[in-house]
């Protein structure tokens, strides 16, 4: 089974800190292109960051240069570490895993910067 559990959403002001986890199966961790996407009312999903098995990474213009994912292949668990949040940051964050031709998703958790 394709298990993707996604933690530490919540309540922050504007210019604080979150860091989001996700907890993956050990079965697609290793192999696979792990990813944070975000969807805030009435909007589209979009890609917030991604990065490879090899540790390349990949950021929405949006959030490049106060996010930062990575991941740890002993826990098989990616992070989002998210800085200086800003209220478009507002959104339910969802864990991502790209495998072969198919995309699994977490549950999403809820991200909201306060004004």
């Known amino acids: 089974q394709v298990q993707l559990v996604a933690s530490g959403g919540g309540l922050v002001q504007t210019g604080g800190s979150l860091r989001l986890s996700c907890a993956a199966s050990?079965?697609?961790?290793?192999?696979?292109?792990m990813g944070w996407y975000r969807q805030a009312t009435g909007k589209q999903r979009d890609m917030v960051a991604t990065?490879?098995?090899?540790?390349?990474?990949n950021y929405a213009d949006s959030v490049k240069g106060r996010f930062t994912i990575s991941r740890d292949n002993a826990k098989n668990t990616v992070y989002l570490q998210m800085n200086s949040l800003q209220p478009e940051d507002t959104a339910v964050y969802y864990c991502?895993?790209?495998?072969?031709?198919?995309?699994?998703w977490g549950q999403g958790t809820q991200v909201t910067v306060s004004s």
């Open positions: 991502n895993a790209h495998v072969g031709w198919s995309d699994y």
């Open positions: 050990r079965s697609i961790f290793s192999s696979n292109r």
């Open positions: 990065i490879t098995p090899g540790g390349t990474t």
